[in-house]
T-cell receptor, first 116, second 112 residues
Framework: GAVVSQHPSWVICKSGTSVKIECRSLDFQATTMFWYRQFPKQSLMLMAT?????????EQGVEKDKFLINHASLTLSTLTVTSAHPEDSSFYICSARRLAGVSEQFFGPGTRLTVL | KNEVEQSPQNLTAQEGEFITINCSYS?????LHWLQQHPGGGIVSLFM???GKKKHGRLIATINIQEKHSSLHITASHPRDSAVYIC??????????????FGKGTLLTVNP
């Protein structure tokens, strides 16, 4: 099956620093990648949709300048949390879709971010 | 009212029992996803189905598009099936993009 990896799986950083999370589709080319965040005992919340080579589309209420998304290739998207604060502590999950339209999404294992 | 409703929210079963989790949705869709999230957080896509029934091992998913209802069944449940099961419906969001709307999940605990 299709595999999506994320790196790192967990990260602890100091308030004010920036953290980069990578999402890779290992055995397929992803037309679209999605970034979600999940707070404890809550559903996944879509942060942004990213298509290779174009700017990401952010959901309402998600700050573009704070959560920088780069989808430089068909197998790699990165999410950078800039000037992280404790309220940014969360579980960040990416998913990748191989085909356009309604098609299966494959999820990464997630990255747990803790900001001290 | 949530666009995707799951029931029950919590389910405890004994090993070997037949499990059913239900999902009703109000958004117009052509397919539905069933996902599994283990305590560690990683999410696995179990099924994407647009009609009828799909089976994978002990897991069976059914969908009735007209009634906007889907069920996930687990036969001969096992403690390793303990996880959160999430249904998600794709909604058109412009261009060729579809966004998933997630149910709140069903926490399944299977006791030995």
């Amino acid at each position: 099956g299709a595999v999506v990896s994320q790196h790192p799986s967990w990260v602890i950083c100091k308030s004010g620093t920036s953290v980069k999370i990578e999402c890779r589709s290992l055995d397929f080319q992803a037309t679209t990648m999605f970034w979600y965040r999940q707070f404890p005992k809550q559903s996944l919340m879509l942060m942004a949709t990213s298509n290779e080579g174009s700017k990401a589309t952010y959901e309402q209420g998600v700050e573009k300048d704070k959560f920088l998304i780069n989808h430089a290739s068909l197998t790699l998207s990165t999410l950078t949390v800039t000037s992280a604060h404790p309220e940014d502590s969360s579980f960040y999950i990416c998913s990748a879709r191989r085909l356009a339209g309604v098609s299966e999404q494959f999820f990464g294992p997630g990255t747990r971010l803790t900001v001290l | 009212k949530n666009e995707v409703e799951q029931s029950p929210q919590n389910l405890t079963a004994q090993e070997g029992e037949f499990i059913t989790i239900n999902c009703s949705y109000s958004v117009g869709i052509s397919a539905l996803h069933w996902l599994q999230q283990h305590p560690g957080g990683g999410i696995v896509s179990l099924f994407m189905l647009s009609s009828g029934k799909k089976k994978h091992g002990r897991l069976i998913a059914t969908i009735n598009i007209q009634e906007k209802h889907s069920s996930l069944h687990i036969t001969a449940s096992h403690p390793r099936d303990s996880a959160v099961y999430i249904c998600a419906a794709p909604r058109y969001s412009g261009g060729s993009n579809y966004k998933l709307t997630f149910g709140k999940g069903t926490l399944l605990t299977v006791n030995p």
